[in-house]
Nanobody
Framework: QVQLVESGGKQVQPGGSLRLSCQIS????????ISWFRQAPGKEREGVSC????????YYADSVKGRFIISRDNDKKTVYLQMNNLKPEDTAIYLC???????????????????WGQGTQVTVSS
């Protein structure tokens, strides 16, 4: 069974940086996708970024392009989300997500996710 454990969330000031980690276990498939979603109070869950394990193709929501970077460490079986120049509107619970299929057009839709992590809180405020 696939398990995802996020860490790294905390409170930071606007303009600050954070790196979130997603520890992956229980995956036997050679290729799959790992995405980061976020959900703020009263808002729908939205896709933030995605990485395909077959070729390291990455995807970003327009709201985070140029500020966030997704990457992976195969040896540590961990996916990272480096978040720079954080804004108050980035405040949300950030969830790691696993999808067996690598999707190009629909990666950001929550209904294509096969397994979710428990989430980690990111708060951007002064």
């Amino acid at each position: 069974q696939v398990q995802l454990v996020e860490s790294g969330g905390k409170q930071v000031q606007p303009g600050g940086s954070l790196r979130l980690s997603c520890q992956i276990s229980g995956v036997s498939a050679p290729y799959y996708a790992i995405s980061w979603f976020r959900q703020a109070p009263g808002k729908e869950r939205e896709g933030v970024s995605c990485i395909h394990f077959s070729d390291d193709t990455t995807y970003y929501a327009d709201s985070v392009k140029g500020r966030f970077i997704i990457s992976r460490d195969n040896d540590k079986k961990t996916v990272y989300l480096q978040m720079n120049n954080l804004k108050p509107e980035d405040t949300a619970i950030y969830l790691c997500a696993w999808s067996l299929r690598e999707r190009t057009l629909t990666w950001a839709y929550p209904n294509v996710v096969d397994q979710w992590g428990q989430g980690t809180q990111v708060t951007v405020s002064s």
